[in-house]
């Protein structure tokens, strides 16, 4: 579990902005890039719907040695095997999920401000997210960007992996990677990109010119 998180891009479904694809061919498009950890989030979709896209999308990651993890629905990710949850806030506690999904399971968690880091350190997370680093309209109840100074309290202080989220475009990522994250999400700028795989290519180019 400890390898899950390794440096390079996070993939995070949002079929809204894919320009007509499905999440489907997105995920498959991800995984050609190389993209080996893949969050399924679709919050209006019906359970029934999201229950077969996440049996397709396990089946995809587990082929391609990739990790798959489920936002929000505890359930969801039980029942398709998930390799974990990611959960925000408001959710249910970090420890009542654990309870749920076991030891063996990874759990994420968003995260806005120092305290809640030092918060999700202990209460046993196995990542967290740490953002929005920068404005973001993909989530329709997200809190104002919590900047550049957040991540770098997040690289110093907490001995936990995380992943900075949030705004994050091809033009800023090297501010991120320069501030020492090596986990990066992006949601519009991959899914809605004409060619994901060479997206996902120059997004590396921009984080590795990015790092100290």
């Known amino acids: 579990m400890a390898e899950f998180l390794k440096p ?5 479904t949002a079929e809204e902005y894919s320009r007509g694809r499905d999440n489907i061919q997105v995920v498959q498009d991800m995984l050609a ?3 080996r950890i893949i969050q399924y989030r679709e919050k209006e ?12 999308i396990r089946e995809l990651t587990r082929q391609a040695g990739a990790t798959f ?3 929000d629905n505890i359930d969801l990710a039980l029942i398709v095997d998930a390799d974990g949850v990611h959960i925000g806030q408001d959710d249910l506690p970090p420890e009542k999920v654990r309870e749920l999904v076991g030891e063996e399971r990874i759990i994420g968690l968003s995260t806005h401000s ?9 209460a046993g997370v196995d990542y967290i997210g740490v953002g929005p680093i920068f404005a973001t309209r993909t989530k329709k109840d997200v809190c104002d960007p919590v900047g550049l100074a957040y991540l770098e309290y997040v690289v110093k202080n907490i001995d936990l992996p995380f992943v900075a989220i949030g705004g994050i475009k091809e033009h800023n990522i090297r501010q991120v990677t320069a501030r020492g994250a090596r986990c990066v999400a992006l949601v519009t700028e991959i899914v809605g990109a004409a060619d994901i795989v060479a997206k996902v290519a120059a997004l590396r180019q921009e984080m590795t010119k990015g790092q100290p």
Do not use: D
């Open 33 to 35: 890039a190389g993209i």
């Open 45 to 56: 979709k019906k359970a029934r719907e999201k229950y077969l896209e996440c049996i397709k």
């Open 114 to 122: 120092p305290a809640q880091a030092r918060a999700a350190l202990a």
């Open 8 to 12: 390079g891009i996070y993939g995070i």
């Open 69 to 71: 993890i489920v936002n």
